[in-house]
């Protein structure tokens, strides 16, 4: 049986904490900055951590050596 790999689209995107959970960007600051509000791109710093369910489905089909 071969390794799983990584898919690297994810590894670029989402990071495991020690916990187990998943963290990932911010969405809507990759481009097209000029037509949002000031407002909007200072909410948008930083990162979150995905709902269990979703983290779980990233983990297991994304991530499998995390």
Same mark, same amino acid.
Request: net charge positive.
């Given at each position: $049986?071969? =390794?799983?790999? !990584? @898919?690297?689209?994810?590894?670029? &995107?989402?990071?495991?904490?020690?916990?187990?959970?998943?963290?990932?960007?911010?969405?809507?600051?990759?481009?097209? $900055?000029? =037509?949002?509000? !000031? @407002?909007?791109?200072?909410?948008? &710093?930083?990162?979150?951590?995905?709902?269990?369910?979703?983290?779980?489905?990233?983990?297991?089909?994304?991530?499998?050596?995390?």
């Amino acid at each position: $049986m071969p =390794k799983l790999k !990584t @898919k690297s689209g994810a590894k670029k &995107r989402f990071k495991v904490t020690g916990t187990g959970k998943v963290m990932h960007a911010q969405r809507g600051k990759r481009h097209g $900055m000029i =037509k949002r509000t !000031t @407002k909007q791109i200072r909410q948008l &710093r930083g990162t979150r951590v995905l709902f269990k369910t979703d983290g779980d489905n990233i983990k297991k089909y994304f991530l499998p050596n995390a």
